[in-house]
């Protein structure tokens, strides 16, 4: 399953709550303000570990983060946002 | 694959529009089909021909209705989302007693049942929205 989640985990609980219910065979996207929850070290960290986190390129590149991120985060551009939709049967987004 | 798109927020507001038409575009160009595009909430605004951002900003509702007339995609408006915002087509300013239409070309407006047919019809339902 595919949970992709667009809100800073900052601002919203969308990071937590989602990471709370993904399986860790999930795949986690993060997109739009959503990267911000791939930075290394932030008080949401620790949770990066419960599934896979994916985190879309451009977003990450456009808030100037790309040398901040956790290890283990991948990145993926549209095309792989794209193949991540069309692997996983169900999709959910935490808007 | 048949892929279905649902937005739920306004150009310029928010990133989701741009997040989704990006998303869109990769996916056609990677030969998937896009059986619908639902423009639900504050999505509607997408879908007016009278806006003029500045010439050296993108413009979303124009760059939607390029890439519908390229790909021949289904751009669909929430009636109930569209009379609450004034966005109007023909039926609708006659219908509501209206003197102009703002409807973007490659728009159409519809019901809340186009949303469950794009999500039945298709193989995956993607939502973009705040």
Known sequence: MLHIVNKSPFEKDAFTSCMGHASSSSTVLLIEDGVFAALKGSAVADQLSKAKVVALQSDVAARGIEANLAEGIELVDYAGFVDLVTENRTVQSWV | ?130
């Open chain 2, 1 to 130: 694959m048949k892929i279905s798109i649902q937005v739920n927020e306004g150009p310029y507001q928010h990133q989701s529009s741009d997040s989704a038409y990006h998303f869109v575009k990769s996916a056609l160009e990677k030969g998937h089909e896009i059986f619908r595009v639902f423009f639900y909430h504050d999505g509607v605004n997408n879908g007016t021909r009278l806006a003029s951002p500045p010439q050296d900003d993108r413009n979303v509702q124009q760059r939607w209705s390029d890439l519908a007339k390229e790909h021949d995609l289904d751009l669909v408006i929430c009636v109930a989302a569209a009379q609450r915002r004034g966005i109007v087509d023909d039926g609708e300013a006659e219908r509501n007693g209206k003197d102009a239409t703002n409807i973007m070309d490659g728009f159409r407006i519809s019901g809340l049942g186009q949303l469950i047919e794009a999500g039945i019809q298709a193989d995956r339902l993607v939502v973009f929205g705040d």
